[in-house]
Each structure stands twice: as C-alpha cells, then as structure tokens.
Nanobody, 115 residues
Framework: QVQLVESGGGSVQPGGSLRLSCLAS????????MSWYRQAPGKERELVAV????????NYADSVKGRFTISRDNAKNTVYLQMNSLKPEDTAVYYCNARWRVAYWGKGTLVTVSS
C-alpha cells in the first residue's frame, strides 16, 4: 500500500519559516520524481517545486523562487520543502506528489501565514 504522509505544517507569521516533510512508503522512492503542490482556498492546485528522482534537478514556481528549497533523502524515503520568508499568499494546503509511470498523492498539510 502506497502512503505519502506530509508533516510540518502550521501557523507562522509573515517572514517566518517552516519545513515540510513527506515520508513515502510502499514505493521504490528513488525511482520517483517528487513534487510539492499547494491549494489555497478557492483556487486550483498549483505546482510549487519538483525534484528529480536522484535529486540532481529541481524546478520552482516563480512565486517561490529564492524562498523555498526542495530536497530529498532517498535513504529516508523523505522529501522536504524548506520555506523561508513566508508571505500571507503562501497560505494553502501543501500536498506531496510522487510520480513515475503513475502518480500518488498525500493528504496534505495546512500552512497558514498570518500576523
């Protein structure tokens, strides 16, 4: 059974930082490209960041470039999203995605940025 479990969400003030984690099980983690998506209230789900299966290639949405960093530890079956300089518009449910031939999703973790 494939499971992607996100953690690390919470409430933070503007300018603050959070680190999200996504622990994968039931897949050969090192074969999968991993991504973080987010969905804000009333908006469509959007891609935030993606990292290749071996971690050599990353890409980011323009809105988070220079503030967010995606990384992975294949030995721990975990992908991370370090989020710095958070803004209120970063408020959303953040989802982990694993993709290789098929795609799997986590259930999401809520990030709220508010003063």
């Amino acid at each position: 059974q494939v499971q992607l479990v996100e953690s690390g969400g919470g409430s933070v003030q503007p300018g603050g930082s959070l680190r999200l984690s996504c622990l994968a099980s039931g897949i050969t983690f090192s074969s999968y490209a991993m991504s973080w998506y987010r969905q804000a209230p009333g908006k469509e789900r959007e891609l935030v960041a993606v990292i290749s299966s071996v971690g050599g290639v990353t890409n980011y949405a323009d809105s988070v470039k220079g503030r967010f960093t995606i990384s992975r530890d294949n030995a721990k079956n975990t992908v991370y999203l370090q989020m710095n300089s958070l803004k209120p518009e970063d408020t959303a449910v953040y989802y982990c995605n694993a993709r290789w031939r098929v795609a799997y999703w986590g259930k999401g973790t809520l990030v709220t940025v508010s003063s």
